[in-house]
């Protein structure tokens, strides 16, 4: 039996690292193609809609708080304790248009899955681009949330700077959390402090271990 186990975890040991070789490439793969590819419509200079989207998220909040300004919204804005991949500041910035006092309020927010904020950001612009703040009934109010996860913007992916996904942990946190005892023997496998290929493949060995012997 002792034979049999080493065995089993030698096997499923070289399985995990081919699979997560071939996991670190495709990951590579994409991120790099997503940051490369290019949009022909807003490379040609049409100025309608695509000129609203961006490919990066420096891009993206720069169109987001000129468009903003221009459109006379009061902006505030709150500082990511990370950084960008280059090292740059992020930001959720809100935007909110109309009177404090408004009896209505329209909120339009962006990013909780962060790469998916691409998308979020670039109708946040053309729809100040094209004048919402003019169009605007009385006692109607808009608030803005652009980025709402700039981390995962930023490095193109739907998790914060913590490795959670906000919209998979929506809770009420005024309740205790329900039990999770065996979290804590995979938080670091979940988690990692590297995203490096050899942590991946320890990760996916102690995650399949951890399905084996469960």
């Known amino acids: 039996m002792k034979k049999l186990t080493i065995l089993a975890f030698g096997t499923g040991a070289v399985a995990t690292t081919a699979i997560g070789a071939c996991c670190w490439v495709l990951g590579t793969w994409t991120t790099r193609g997503l940051g490369e590819r290019s949009d022909p419509r ?14 990066d998220y420096r891009t993206a909040r720069s169109a ?4 903003a300004r221009a459109a006379g919204a009061r902006v505030e804005s709150v500082r990511n304790p990370r950084g960008g991949p280059d090292g740059e500041l992020l930001f959720t910035d809100v935007a909110l248009i109309g009177p404090d006092e408004a009896g209505s309020v329209l909120v339009l927010s962006s990013g909780t899955h962060g790469v ?10 053309r729809l100040l681009r094209e004048g919402i703040a003019s169009r605007l009934s009385p006692g109607v109010r808009i608030v803005m949330i652009h980025g709402i996860n700039p981390y995962g913007m930023a490095h193109v992916r739907r998790f914060t700077e913590e490795n959670i996904d906000l ?28 995203l490096g290929f050899w942590s991946e493949v320890l990760a996916w060995a102690r995650l399949l271990w951890f399905r084996a012997t469960a």
């Open 42 to 55: 807003r490379d040609a200079g049409d100025g309608g809609a695509a000129a609203s989207f961006s490919a």
């Open 64 to 67: 987001f708080l000129d468009a």
């Open 116 to 125: 998916e904020g691409f998308t979020g950001s670039g109708i946040q612009t």
């Open 167 to 194: 919209n998979r942990n929506f809770r009420d946190h005024r309740e205790p959390p329900p039990p999770n005892p065996d979290y804590g023997r995979l938080a670091s496998a979940i988690a990692p402090e590297s």
